[in-house]
């Protein structure tokens, strides 16, 4: 019997750490300040002032489209494939246009608090402007913490 061969079994379980470190510091706690950063944009680029409940459900809108997403990628087995920046222009794709829907309602609601006339367009722009500034820094939050990134 190989020793080496249990060896590197082992060596490969315990490199899985720091993948489930990253992913759970995402879903859990980078979604908090992604959901604080798009409060920022409704607030520096729109001018809408969200406090209290406002921001709270915006932030909460994040962590209500970060599941829906979570579990629609494990359905569609994208967890599955090799993480390559090939593989996912796809997903990322479907979940920015599944985030600005789900999340739509969450900015609709918040900003209708502080504007009560504000259209369902001009929600739609600022949902959509918001989503491109999460995007963005997930994308390069994924980039500075994953060596696989490009192949």
């Known amino acids: 019997m190989n020793k080496n061969k249990y060896i590197s079994q082992f060596v490969l379980l315990d490199a899985g750490g720091p993948l489930l470190f990253i992913l759970g510091f995402h ?19 729109f001018g809408i002032e969200l406090k209290g409940l406002g921001a709270f459900l915006i932030i909460l809108g994040n962590y209500v489209s970060m599941f829906v997403g979570y579990i629609l990628v494990a359905q569609l087995h994208f967890i599955d494939k090799p993480d390559t920046f090939r593989t996912m222009i796809g997903p990322l794709s479907i979940m920015f246009v599944l985030s600005i829907f789900i999340e739509w309602v969450f900015f ?44």
């Open 108 to 151: 609709y609601y918040a900003i209708k608090r502080v504007v009560p006339n504000i259209t369902i367009k001009k929600t739609t722009i600022i949902t959509s402007v918001s989503q491109v500034v999460s995007y963005l820094l997930m994308v390069g939050y994924y980039f500075a913490t994953n060596t696989n990134i490009i192949k």
């Open 27 to 45: 879903l859990f706690i980078g979604n908090f300040f992604i959901g604080l950063a798009e409060v920022i944009v409704v607030v520096k680029v």
